[in-house]
């Protein structure tokens, strides 16, 4: 995996949505950044933009099938990820606390905007509803928003995701039926 630095900053109002599509098999985490002055005065230059629907540069972080969209000012705005929850490795994991903060990226990005890295693998601790998308061990980990978190390692490389409260239990009934299907067609 390519070396994708995190810079920590001071925390800032934001909010985590994640949605899971069963039928597509994807799962997709939407950040909002909630402004702290919402009604800022346009200045001539910024109407302009707006009306014309020019919008600064987005960067675009992809392994396998992940892709994780970031603003301009490179903190993550969205990330989504095609996976199977069969293939998920179930796990219990010590839950490490996160510590509130803000977070930037910083890699070598193409001139459009574009870097790729490893494919992650994916963890699903199922009794706290943990979903783990990890690259390498985390030695620290820092909340963007309620219910996802950054894990970095000394170095301050992207190691780990994670979503906080993510429970499929029509998805893990479909798995152990599955499995229990299997046992009962291996006796026969």
């Known amino acids: 995996m390519k070396n994708i630095v995190i810079r920590i900053e001071k925390p800032v109002n934001s909010k985590a949505d994640f949605t899971w599509d069963d039928h597509g098999y994807s799962l997709m985490c939407k950040i909002t950044y ?42 993550i705005i969205d990330w989504s990820i095609y996976t199977n929850p069969k293939q998920w490795i179930r796990t219990e994991r010590t839950f490490e606390e996160a510590v509130p903060a803000s977070a930037r990226i910083d890699a070598e990005f193409d001139e ?51 979503l906080d409260g993510f429970f499929l239990p029509e998805v893990e009934q479909k798995v152990e039926r599955l499995s229990l299907w299997k046992k009962l067609r291996q006796l026969i």
């Open 34 to 75: 909630l402004a702290a002055n919402p009604s800022k005065v346009l200045n001539l230059s910024e109407k302009l933009d707006l009306q014309f629907n020019i919008r600064e540069h987005n960067y675009i972080l992809t392994g396998g099938f992940f892709e994780m969209m970031l603003d301009p000012q490179k903190r």
């Open 112 to 162: 459009n905007g574009r870097t790729s890295m490893g494919e992650p693998k994916e963890f699903h601790e199922p009794i706290r509803g943990a979903f783990y998308l990890s690259w390498a061990q985390s030695s620290t980990w820092y909340e963007i928003a309620p219910g996802m978190a950054l894990g970095v390692t000394e170095q301050n490389h992207l190691a780990e995701l994670r």
